[in-house]
């Protein structure tokens, strides 16, 4: 079975930063496009930053020039590097990916990791 496992969250005081890890493990014919979301309480999840299997990214506003996501395509990993971290990035992220396993293809979603970023 294909899983994605996130590690890396933690507490950091603001102007930090932190490195999230996503690997996706199992029988794995391809993965496409990776993502991170994150999700504060009381809000929506949003879409943070994604990138392509060729490395094309795309971020969030908020996160532009702050964050930086970038893939493993021989490690089936995904990393996301956050450096300033404000107080508002206080959420837990979660990995996505779509992955061609065995049976065909499917969207996959980590656990999530929680970040705290105190004032």
């Known amino acids: 079975q294909v899983q994605l496992v996130e590690s890396g969250g933690g507490l950091v005081q603001a102007g930090g930063s932190l490195r999230l890890s996503c690997a996706a493990s199992?029988?794995?014919?391809?993965?496409?496009?990776m993502g991170w979301y994150r999700q504060a309480p009381g809000k929506q999840r949003e879409l943070v930053a994604d990138?392509?299997?060729?490395?094309?990214?795309n971020y969030a506003g908020s996160v532009k020039g702050r964050f930086t996501i970038s893939r493993d395509n021989a490690k089936n990993t995904a990393y996301l590097q956050m450096n300033s971290l404000k107080p508002e990035d206080t959420a837990v992220y979660y990995c996505?990916?779509?992955?061609?396993?065995?049976?065909?293809?499917?969207?996959?979603w980590g656990q999530g990791t929680q970040v705290t970023v105190s004032s």
């Open positions: 199992g029988i794995i014919r391809n993965i496409n496009a």
């Open positions: 990138i392509t299997s060729g490395g094309t990214s």
């Open positions: 996505a990916a779509r992955i061609t396993g065995l049976y065909g293809s499917s969207n996959l």
